[in-house]
């Protein structure tokens, strides 16, 4: 709330489905050579924003997958978040999730597939509602670092991350993750332990399917690299506290190790 005074109109256009940034009070900034921080600011949101999927279809099939990826983990975290979380934001986390989830492998197979780059819009927008209202935590605060010292996109950031974060909030979020996966596939049967460890195999899935490369040494990142961005993932703290685990520096050095 430190960004103040006028401004000029404000009409957004997403380009990509992912963000959600044309709904939210966000701007990230990079604020040093290897370090990003966010502005948050009721004057960022836009007076009108413009969902038209023709502006989405030429985006490659990387591009597609990470910034889908980065969407559905605003939905999860939303709907996780430990301070903020509430029955409006559950409603947009739920109604996001499940557009992403079933509009993701389709623009995946067919980019040309106007229908479902719409609904993969519509998803990043309702995500973006939900945690502009509920923040995201710990995959977006271990995300940061692979950006910053890395360049690695932000929704390949978070896709590599996702899997082993969702695996470390499971003693605090398990009867979150069992919702939302009897929201997904109402068939599904189980008790919450069951249903938690469902949920992460079925977006582990998404994560194998994206074509992403999901191993840091892959990525040429040096092992050395692995405690400084578990120090700098710490530096996080407005996102951490929104975890619904607490989190060391331990703790996200392990994360990263599992994914080296």
Same mark, same amino acid.
């Given at each position: 709330?430190?960004?103040?005074?006028?401004?000029?109109?404000?009409?957004?256009?997403?380009?990509?489905?992912?963000?959600?940034?044309?709904?939210?009070?966000?701007?990230?900034?990079?604020?040093?050579?290897?370090?990003?921080?966010?502005?948050?600011?009721?004057?960022? $949101?836009?007076?009108?924003?413009?969902?038209?999927?023709?502006?989405?279809?030429?985006?490659?099939?990387?591009?597609?997958? #990470?910034?889908?990826?980065?969407? %559905?983990?605003?939905? +999860?975290?939303?709907?996780?978040?430990?301070?903020?979380?509430?029955? $409006?934001?559950?409603?947009?986390?739920?109604?996001?999730?499940?557009?992403?989830?079933?509009?993701?492998?389709?623009?995946?197979?067919?980019?040309?597939?106007?229908?479902?780059?719409?609904?993969?819009?519509?998803?990043?927008?309702?995500?973006?509602?939900?945690?502009?209202?509920?923040?995201?935590?710990?995959?977006? #605060?271990?995300? $940061?670092?692979?950006?910053?010292?890395?360049?690695?996109?932000?929704?390949?950031?978070?896709?590599?991350?996702?899997?082993?974060?969702?695996?470390?909030? +499971?003693?605090?979020?398990?009867?979150? $993750?069992?919702?939302? %996966?009897?929201?997904?596939?109402?068939?599904?049967?189980?008790?919450?332990?069951?249903?938690?460890?469902?949920?992460?195999?079925?977006?582990?899935?998404?994560?194998?399917?994206?074509?992403?490369?999901?191993?840091?040494?892959?990525?040429?990142?040096?092992?050395? %690299?692995? +405690?400084?961005?578990?120090?700098?993932?710490?530096?996080?703290?407005?996102?951490?506290?929104?975890?619904?685990?607490?989190?060391?520096?331990?703790?996200?050095?392990?994360?990263?190790?599992?994914?080296?």
């Amino acid at each position: 709330d430190q960004a103040t005074g006028p401004r000029l109109p404000l009409i957004l256009v997403p380009t990509t489905a992912g963000t959600g940034s044309e709904v939210t009070p966000i701007s990230i900034v990079t604020t040093g050579e290897t370090t990003k921080s966010g502005i948050v600011a009721p004057i960022l $949101y836009a007076d009108t924003a413009i969902l038209d999927a023709s502006f989405t279809q030429s985006l490659p099939a990387h591009i597609t997958a #990470a910034t889908g990826i980065d969407a %559905m983990v605003h939905a +999860i975290e939303a709907y996780t978040s430990k301070l903020k979380k509430n029955f $409006y934001t559950d409603i947009l986390a739920k109604h996001a999730l499940t557009l992403l989830n079933q509009n993701l492998p389709l623009v995946l197979k067919d980019g040309s597939n106007l229908e479902a780059r719409q609904n993969m819009l519509v998803g990043s927008m309702l995500a973006g509602q939900a945690f502009a209202n509920a923040p995201v935590g710990a995959v977006h #605060a271990l995300a $940061y670092p692979l950006g910053g010292h890395f360049h690695i996109s932000h929704g390949h950031s978070n896709a590599l991350v996702l899997t082993e974060v969702l695996k470390f909030n +499971i003693p605090a979020a398990k009867q979150r $993750y069992a919702e939302l %996966m009897t929201w997904l596939e109402p068939q599904s049967k189980g008790c919450h332990d069951g249903l938690a460890d469902l949920f992460i195999d079925h977006f582990n899935n998404h994560l194998t399917n994206s074509g992403l490369t999901l191993k840091l040494r892959q990525l040429d990142i040096p092992e050395h %690299m692995l +405690i400084v961005m578990a120090e700098d993932a710490m530096k996080q703290g407005r996102l951490l506290q929104n975890n619904p685990r607490e989190l060391s520096v331990e703790d996200a050095y392990q994360i990263y190790q599992a994914i080296y």
